[in-house]
């Protein structure tokens, strides 16, 4: 009669309660007396003693085999090693969407240090070609006899 349907440590509904030598249903009761070793704090089925012959009635039906909240010590580190497990589930999934994330940002870095390095080859293009623009005027103003330095030059004809 340890478990119901709320889980080991509910309250069973009244009817379902088990009745006692009386034919009542019984009362739920803890256990506070320090004897039996082991008991105090358990939870129990008893008689609610209401009949009128006044006879005592001694049903008792323990619901906990211990104290309501005492664990063992294995049962203590069995829970300690679940709450790790999902600890470190929790922390491999949050690194697996850091990972994801970094891949991600990897892959746009990527793409922005590509589409730098094209506009940087665009632009020595068109400084070439300024450059280009340039020279050829100043050359084509020379073609009229004279040197860099504007004096004419002598013709060996």
């Known amino acids: 009669m340890s478990t119901w349907r709320d889980g080991p440590n509910a309250i069973p509904p009244w009817n379902e309660r088990p009745k006692c030598h009386c034919g009542f249903r019984t009362w739920l009761q803890v256990w506070t007396d320090p004897l039996p070793q082991g008991k105090k704090g358990c939870r129990f089925f008893k008689c609610p003693d ?10 008792m039906q323990w619901i906990d085999t211990r104290p ?32 994801a994330k970094l891949g991600q940002r990897e892959a746009a870095l990527k793409i922005q240090e590509e589409q730098f390095q094209a506009r940087e080859a665009q632009f020595k293009r068109e400084a070439e070609e300024q450059k280009n623009r340039y020279k050829e005027p100043a050359q084509s103003s020379t073609s009229d006899g004279r040197n860099k330095k504007g004096k004419f030059l002598r013709s060996t004809q």
């Open 50 to 59: 209401i009949d009128d012959d006044f006879k005592a009635c001694t049903f």
């Open 68 to 99: 309501l909240g005492r664990v063992s010590l294995k049962e203590e580190q069995e829970r300690r090693v679940r709450q790790q497990q999902i600890r470190l589930k929790g922390k491999e999934d949050e690194l697996k969407r850091r990972r």
